[in-house]
């Protein structure tokens, strides 16, 4: 199964390409007017530290030189590889010229929102 999905906030939207690999899964997202890979993340689902019923997740995560996609990539491996107990790759690329803080946050909002539709999508299918 793969499919693409995007935000639609109307400011610094991102869009991500899914792909299922057997259980796994494999997330590209990109945004901007230059898409490119910044940051890989690979996460595992584990059993939590505080409460081994809750499963949680690690990540390792590859930033190339001079980017900063990898909290997003490390944090959407995570949410995904927690909540589908799966093992979750993400590379993230994404670049607008001059993003202020405020731009930032709106794009970090945007990656969580792309995080849910994610999830609903694969809940519905």
């Not at 007017?33 to 949680?56: C, F, M, N």
Request: contains cysteine; glycine residues 6%.
């Amino acid at each position: 199964m793969t499919f693409v999905l995007k935000t639609s906030e109307g400011a610094y939207d991102l869009e991500a390409s899914v792909e299922r690999i057997g259980a796994d899964l494999l997330v590209a997202i990109r945004g901007g007017e230059k898409p490119h890979i910044g940051a890989v993340a690979v996460a595992q689902p584990r059993p939590s530290l505080k409460d081994a019923q809750i499963t949680s997740a690690t990540a390792s995560v590859f930033c190339l030189l001079g980017h900063k996609e990898d909290e997003m990539a490390k944090a959407t491996s995570e949410v995904l590889a927690a909540a589908l107990n799966t093992t979750v790759v993400v590379t993230a690329g994404i670049h607008w010229d001059r993003l202020t803080p405020a731009g930032i946050q709106t794009v970090v909002s945007n990656s969580e929102i792309l995080i849910d539709l994610i999830l609903d999508r694969l809940a519905s299918c």
